[in-house]
């Protein structure tokens, strides 16, 4: 059975190990504070996870340092059966999460120079270092796999069964969720690009005829760089989307790019030192702007539509398929579904804030006035117009086993996945050469079992 959902309990375990240094705990510097099988938990694994949750804001009623090596026991645990069952690394994630670390620290401590002084080592020792982490880690993750696929399907039975176990008043509560219809005009894209490419070819004259980079950046970039003269600080060329980082790295120091094009907008780039696969660049951006001409022609246009389908002249769904420009709404006759799962209901987090905002206050049936909203095609940020059709609302209430048989089938689902993993957790501490030093002898863990 496919394993629907990852067990919350088990986050900071696989979370990765933070890359700070360690610092000593009362006196000591680093030693072995636990061994599970053949697998040691050091004392510097420990103090540096404890030093990176607590820069990210967490906070516990616990000991921290306790909570975290039982996370890491239960970690191992999950690893020494990996290793007794000899299952494979998927290499491909972890050259992956591991040239993610490389490219994130050299970016944030600004260079490999910078990075080795930080930690004490050489990069190359760094890189073996979070490879054998994430190898671990990888392997865990396939093992809890394992372990939660195990089970067996969970059946209509089992769902009608866990269904009338739980207490009404404590039955999960679905939230509204609505489906629409849409008729879609794009804005003149080609004009708006065109625009913005001359202006910026204007920047470019300018800078090679002697204005400062900087003071055009500053001025007009659309941009959190602008502040910054559009300095973006030496950064890992990974970081950035290729074909910003491919035309800055062809760059000599001191050369102003031609335009280039991103998911973001149009850009140019001056290049400021380079350094291995690290560069340090200044940049203009530039976003397509739509004007009220675009706005109020496309706002006209769908007044007729609207009008049309009010006289019965047209239904909503002919309407959607002659006018509308958004190709995967147009096919279903203007039916919205979620991009994501193919859902034809949405519940307001799932919706673009624009759509709700036009359908919150509608009844089933009626057609919004024209609105401006993003598009459903991937051009992230990209202005669209439409109208709505608010086609059916299905109002809050408590889970129903015939209406939400599918949450209820993931609710039980993540329960025998979550006993499964208990139940591995319990016997293999029962089983497993477990050994914690004395300074965490009087840790209070969740679980009983870790001192024998």
Same mark, same amino acid.
């Given at each position: 059975?496919?394993?629907?959902t990852?067990?919350a309990?088990?986050?900071i375990?696989?979370?990765? &190990?933070?890359?700070?240094?360690?610092?000593?705990?009362?006196?000591?510097?680093?030693?072995?504070?636990?061994l599970?099988?053949?697998?040691?938990i050091?004392?510097?694994q420990?103090?540096?996870e404890?030093e990176?949750?607590?820069?990210?804001?967490?906070v516990?009623?616990?000991?921290l340092?306790?909570?975290?090596?039982?996370?890491?026991?239960?970690?191992?645990?999950?690893?020494?059966?990996?290793?007794?069952?000899?299952?494979?690394?998927n290499?491909?994630?972890v050259?992956?999460?591991?040239?993610?670390?490389?490219?994130?620290?050299?970016?944030?401590?600004?260079?490999?120079?910078?990075t080795?002084?930080?930690?004490?080592?050489?990069?190359?020792r760094?890189?073996?270092?979070?490879?054998?982490?994430?190898?671990?880690?990888?392997?865990v993750?396939?093992?809890?796999?394992?372990?939660?696929?195990g089970?067996?399907?969970?059946?209509?039975?089992?769902?009608?069964?866990?269904?009338?176990?739980?207490?009404?008043d404590s039955l999960?509560?679905?939230p509204?969720?609505?489906?629409?219809?849409?008729?879609?005009?794009?804005?003149?894209?080609?004009?708006?690009?065109?625009?913005?490419?001359?202006?910026?070819?204007?920047?470019?004259?300018?800078?090679?005829?002697?204005?400062?980079?900087?003071?055009?950046?500053?001025?007009?970039?659309?941009?959190?760089?602008?502040?910054?003269?559009?300095e973006?600080?030496?950064s890992?060329?990974?970081?950035?989307w290729?074909?910003?980082?491919?035309?800055?790295?062809?760059?000599?120091?001191?050369?102003?790019?031609?335009?280039?094009?991103?998911?973001?907008?149009?850009?140019?780039?001056?290049?400021?030192a380079?350094?291995?696969?690290?560069?340090?660049?200044?940049?203009?951006?530039?976003?397509?702007?739509?004007?009220?001409?675009?706005r109020?022609?496309? &706002?006209?246009?769908?007044?007729?539509?609207?009008?049309?389908?009010l006289?019965?002249?047209?239904?909503?769904?002919?309407?959607? +398929?002659?006018?509308?420009?958004?190709?995967k709404?147009?096919t279903?006759?203007?039916?919205?579904?979620d991009?994501?799962?193919?859902?034809?209901?949405?519940?307001?987090?799932?919706?673009?804030?624009?759509?709700?905002?036009?359908?919150?206050?509608?009844?089933?049936?009626?057609?919004?006035?024209?609105?401006?909203?993003?598009?459903?095609?991937?051009?992230?940020?990209?202005?669209?117009?439409?109208?709505?059709?608010l086609?059916?609302?299905?109002?809050?209430?408590?889970?129903?086993?015939?209406?939400?048989?599918?949450?209820?089938?993931?609710?039980?689902?993540?329960?025998?996945?979550?006993e499964a993993?208990?139940?591995?957790?319990k016997?293999?501490q029962?089983?497993?050469?477990?050994v914690?030093?004395?300074?965490?002898?009087k840790?209070?863990?969740?679980r009983?079992? +870790?001192?024998?």
């Open positions: 059975m496919k394993t629907r990852i067990l309990f088990l986050a375990a696989l979370a990765p &190990f933070a890359v700070l240094r360690a610092q000593a705990y009362e006196g000591v510097i680093d030693k072995t504070v636990a599970v099988g053949n697998s040691m050091q004392l510097s420990i103090e540096s404890v990176m949750m607590q820069f990210q804001g967490y516990s009623d616990r000991d340092r306790c909570e975290v090596l039982e996370n890491m026991l239960i970690s191992k645990l999950f690893y020494t059966q990996a290793q007794l069952d000899s299952l494979t690394v290499q491909d994630m050259n992956a999460a591991l040239n993610e670390r490389v490219s994130g620290i050299l970016s944030q401590l600004g260079g490999v120079e910078e080795e002084k930080y930690f004490g080592k050489p990069l190359h760094l890189r073996q270092e979070w490879h054998d982490m994430f190898v671990e880690q990888n392997l993750q396939e093992m809890q796999r394992t372990v939660a696929g089970i067996s399907e969970v059946t209509p039975k089992d769902v009608q069964q866990y269904y009338r176990s739980i207490p009404k999960p509560m679905i509204a969720q609505y489906q629409y219809s849409q008729i879609v005009l794009y804005p003149d894209v080609e004009r708006a690009n065109m625009a913005v490419r001359e202006r910026l070819l204007e920047f470019r004259q300018r800078i090679l005829d002697g204005e400062k980079f900087s003071l055009l950046a500053t001025l007009y970039s659309e941009d959190g760089s602008a502040m910054r003269g559009g973006l600080g030496m890992s060329k990974d970081i950035f290729p074909s910003f980082s491919d035309a800055a790295m062809a760059l000599k120091e001191g050369q102003v790019s031609s335009i280039v094009e991103t998911p973001d907008g149009f850009h140019l780039i001056q290049m400021i380079k350094n291995g696969n690290m560069f340090n660049a200044r940049h203009i951006l530039l976003k397509p702007r739509y004007t009220a001409e675009d109020d022609s496309a &706002f006209t246009r769908l007044d007729s539509i609207r009008n049309v389908i006289e019965d002249s047209l239904t909503f769904q002919q309407a959607a +398929w002659k006018f509308s420009e958004d190709p709404s147009r279903n006759g203007g039916l919205v579904a991009p994501d799962t193919g859902a034809p209901f949405f519940e307001v987090d799932r919706m673009k804030p624009a759509d709700y905002k036009a359908i919150a206050n509608m009844k089933e049936g009626e057609i919004s006035r024209p609105f401006e909203s993003v598009d459903d095609e991937g051009r992230s940020g990209h202005t669209v117009y439409k109208i709505v059709r086609e059916k609302i299905k109002p809050a209430h408590p889970a129903s086993f015939e209406e939400d048989f599918n949450v209820l089938l993931d609710i039980a689902a993540n329960k025998k996945s979550m993993i208990e139940n591995f957790i016997e293999k029962a089983t497993t050469y477990i914690i030093d004395p300074l965490f002898q840790c209070d863990f969740i009983e079992g +870790w001192l024998k």
